[in-house]
């Protein structure tokens, strides 16, 4: 009798390690939904607009479709900076060789020179300030105030796409400016 005690413990034990097994299924099938999301996230990335899309403030407020749009605009802007640029560069040095000894004309030809010149620093700080709100549409904080965190507006995005604070914040930065330059 004692044999047949320990047979009825042998299969106990059988089916014991059949219930085990299962037990790592379940925990593999959430694997599965997990992969199978991933491509759910994958068809949201890229969102296309038309050449002729405008932001509209019936729309939630820099949602994916304003950031791409703020984005192509900004970098079609720098480009155009760029390109502007490289040609005053270029006409620019190519009146160097034609100096005069006249000295009115060298004075004219140099006071030229030198609003050519502040033109471009203004656009090259311009550029700096595209790629700015370049990094900000990145970092997802584009098109709210750096001081309040409130929303700038479309209207004022559209008007200066590089803008960092509402026209409230930016008042109060010209004046603090203006109290400081008079020092």
Known sequence: ????????????????????KPKPKAISKPKTKLVSNKPKEINKGPIK?????????????MCEKH?????IKLQEWKK??????NEA??????????????????ASSYTDKNVEMKAINRQI???SE???????????TYGYCLDTAEPIGLKRLMARPVAKYTIAAQEKHEKDEKVHADD
């Open 80 to 85: 155009e900076l760029i390109r502007a640029n």
């Open 89 to 106: 560069l270029y006409n620019g040095s190519m009146d160097d060789n034609s100096i005069s000894a006249d000295i009115v004309d060298q």
């Open 130 to 140: 595209i790629d700015k709100a370049l990094a900000r549409i990145r970092e997802d």
């Open 67 to 71: 950031k791409i749009f703020f984005r």
């Open 49 to 61: 607009i038309s050449k002729t899309y405008v932001p509209k403030d019936t729309e939630k407020y």
């Open 1 to 20: 009798m004692p044999n047949t005690s320990k047979a009825k413990k042998k299969v106990s034990k059988t089916k014991a390690k059949p219930n085990s």
């Open 125 to 127: 700080k311009l550029i």
